[in-house]
Protein backbone atom coordinates (compact mmCIF):
# COMPACT_ATOMS: atom_id res chain seq x y z
CA UNK A 1 0.00 0.00 0.00
CA UNK A 2 1.36 3.42 -1.11
CA UNK A 3 1.77 6.38 1.48
CA UNK A 4 -1.33 8.05 -0.20
CA UNK A 5 -3.68 5.26 0.29
CA UNK A 6 -2.46 5.29 3.73
CA UNK A 7 -2.63 9.15 4.45
CA UNK A 8 -6.69 8.38 2.68
CA UNK A 9 -7.83 5.79 5.96
CA UNK A 10 -5.93 7.87 8.21
CA UNK A 11 -7.79 11.01 6.98
CA UNK A 12 -10.96 8.77 7.18
CA UNK A 13 -10.12 7.39 10.94
CA UNK A 14 -9.49 11.20 11.77
CA UNK A 15 -12.76 12.45 10.53
CA UNK A 16 -14.65 9.47 11.99
CA UNK A 17 -13.46 10.82 15.57
CA UNK A 18 -14.15 14.21 14.72
CA UNK A 19 -17.95 13.45 13.55
CA UNK A 20 -18.03 11.53 16.85
CA UNK A 21 -16.66 14.60 18.77
CA UNK A 22 -19.27 16.74 16.65
CA UNK A 23 -22.24 14.61 17.82
CA UNK A 24 -20.95 14.58 21.26
CA UNK A 25 -20.52 18.41 21.10
CA UNK A 26 -24.02 18.31 19.79
CA UNK A 27 -25.65 16.37 22.55
CA UNK A 28 -23.83 18.34 25.25
CA UNK A 29 -24.81 22.00 24.36
CA UNK A 30 -28.35 21.18 23.65
CA UNK A 31 -28.49 19.53 27.12
CA UNK A 32 -27.11 22.40 28.69
CA UNK A 33 -29.30 25.31 26.60
CA UNK A 34 -32.16 22.98 27.60
CA UNK A 35 -31.55 22.92 31.20
CA UNK A 36 -30.09 26.53 31.83
CA UNK A 37 -33.56 27.61 29.66
CA UNK A 38 -35.65 25.60 31.84
CA UNK A 39 -37.50 24.22 28.84
CA UNK A 40 -40.04 20.86 29.29
CA UNK A 41 -38.84 18.15 27.67
CA UNK A 42 -42.30 17.39 26.58
CA UNK A 43 -42.92 20.85 24.87
CA UNK A 44 -39.91 19.76 22.43
CA UNK A 45 -40.66 16.40 21.52
CA UNK A 46 -40.56 17.03 17.51
CA UNK A 47 -37.27 18.74 18.35
CA UNK A 48 -35.83 16.19 20.78
CA UNK A 49 -36.84 13.90 17.75
CA UNK A 50 -34.89 15.97 15.01
CA UNK A 51 -31.63 16.50 16.99
CA UNK A 52 -31.54 12.51 18.00
CA UNK A 53 -32.26 11.28 14.92
CA UNK A 54 -29.24 13.85 13.67
CA UNK A 55 -27.05 12.47 15.75
CA UNK A 56 -27.54 8.93 15.36
CA UNK A 57 -27.18 9.27 11.57
CA UNK A 58 -23.72 11.31 12.28
CA UNK A 59 -22.56 8.78 14.98
CA UNK A 60 -23.06 5.93 12.92
CA UNK A 61 -21.63 7.38 9.99
CA UNK A 62 -18.25 8.53 11.71
CA UNK A 63 -18.21 4.87 13.80
CA UNK A 64 -18.19 2.91 10.11
CA UNK A 65 -15.79 5.73 8.76
CA UNK A 66 -13.45 4.98 11.16
CA UNK A 67 -14.02 1.06 11.31
CA UNK A 68 -13.38 1.56 7.67
CA UNK A 69 -10.27 3.52 7.70
CA UNK A 70 -8.53 0.25 10.52
CA UNK A 71 -9.19 -2.26 8.24
CA UNK A 72 -8.67 0.08 4.88
CA UNK A 73 -5.07 -0.02 6.22
CA UNK A 74 -5.26 -3.63 6.82
CA UNK A 75 -6.00 -4.35 2.98
CA UNK A 76 -10.00 -4.83 3.22
CA UNK A 77 -11.53 -4.47 -0.42
CA UNK A 78 -15.11 -3.91 1.28
CA UNK A 79 -13.85 -0.76 3.51
CA UNK A 80 -12.81 0.91 0.52
CA UNK A 81 -15.61 0.40 -1.17
CA UNK A 82 -17.08 1.98 2.05
CA UNK A 83 -14.61 4.65 2.18
CA UNK A 84 -14.89 5.40 -1.79
CA UNK A 85 -19.43 6.24 -0.61
CA UNK A 86 -18.59 8.48 2.30
CA UNK A 87 -15.51 10.24 0.10
CA UNK A 88 -17.79 11.04 -2.38
CA UNK A 89 -20.83 12.39 0.21
CA UNK A 90 -17.75 14.39 1.92
CA UNK A 91 -17.03 16.02 -1.56
CA UNK A 92 -20.15 18.15 -0.37
CA UNK A 93 -19.30 19.28 2.41
CA UNK A 94 -17.23 22.19 1.28
CA UNK A 95 -14.52 23.72 1.91
CA UNK A 96 -12.46 21.19 4.09
CA UNK A 97 -14.76 18.06 3.04
CA UNK A 98 -14.32 18.71 -0.51
CA UNK A 99 -10.33 18.62 -0.09
CA UNK A 100 -10.88 15.58 1.44
CA UNK A 101 -12.85 13.87 -0.25
CA UNK A 102 -11.03 14.87 -3.86
CA UNK A 103 -7.85 13.89 -2.37
CA UNK A 104 -9.05 10.17 -0.69
CA UNK A 105 -10.74 9.19 -3.83
CA UNK A 106 -7.85 10.27 -5.91
CA UNK A 107 -5.61 7.97 -3.97
CA UNK A 108 -7.90 5.22 -3.46
CA UNK A 109 -8.46 5.05 -7.55
CA UNK A 110 -5.34 5.72 -9.12
CA UNK A 111 -4.42 2.67 -11.37
CA UNK A 112 -1.30 0.72 -10.75
CA UNK A 113 0.19 2.10 -13.86
CA UNK A 114 0.44 5.57 -12.40
CA UNK A 115 1.65 4.34 -8.99
CA UNK A 116 4.63 3.31 -10.61
CA UNK A 117 4.81 6.37 -12.96
CA UNK A 118 4.52 8.23 -9.33
CA UNK A 119 7.60 6.06 -8.28
CA UNK A 120 5.46 4.58 -5.11
CA UNK A 121 7.33 1.83 -2.85
CA UNK A 122 6.48 -1.67 -3.25
CA UNK A 123 4.65 -1.17 -6.63
CA UNK A 124 6.72 -2.83 -9.77
CA UNK A 125 5.47 -2.70 -13.34
Known sequence: MDIHRQVAAWLAIAAGALGLFTVLGMVLLISGVVVA????????????????????VIGVLSLSDIIAGICY???SRVAKGWLIVTNILFLF??????LIGAYSLWAMLRTVEAQVKDGAP???A
Not at 45 to 53: D, G, P, T, W, Y
Open 37 to 56: AGIDLNEMRVFAFFIKAVCA
Open 73 to 75: LRG
Open 93 to 98: AFPVGS
Open 122 to 124: GIE
